[in-house]
């Protein structure tokens, strides 16, 4: 990857610096017994994550497409945590 001197915003053209943003954090249901579909939907209190922010227009990028902070409920209505994708 490029240092963050390299980075550009991709909408304004600005410079990417690091910084911190606020990530949605998700629920979900298994749809199915097996737990093999999931449907997902904001939920929860978000979360403070790493990130390159742009120093002319505030956009933000994180550095991995991990969904933040997602939470699945099983049959017994208790939580868990897991990461989708890499």
């Known amino acids: 990857m490029r240092g963050n001197a390299d980075m550009i915003c991709s909408r304004c053209g600005g410079k990417m610096k690091p910084g911190k943003a606020i990530a949605q954090t998700y ?17 929860g209190p978000g ?32 939580l868990g945590s897991a990461s989708l994708g890499d």
């Open 27 to 43: 629920g979900g249901t298994p749809d199915f017994p097996d737990g093999e579909v999931v449907t997902i939907s904001p939920e």
């Open 47 to 78: 979360q403070l994550v790493n990130c390159l922010k742009c120093d002319k227009c505030g956009h933000s990028v994180t550095l991995n497409a991990n969904v933040t902070g997602t939470r699945l409920r099983g049959s017994g209505g208790q």
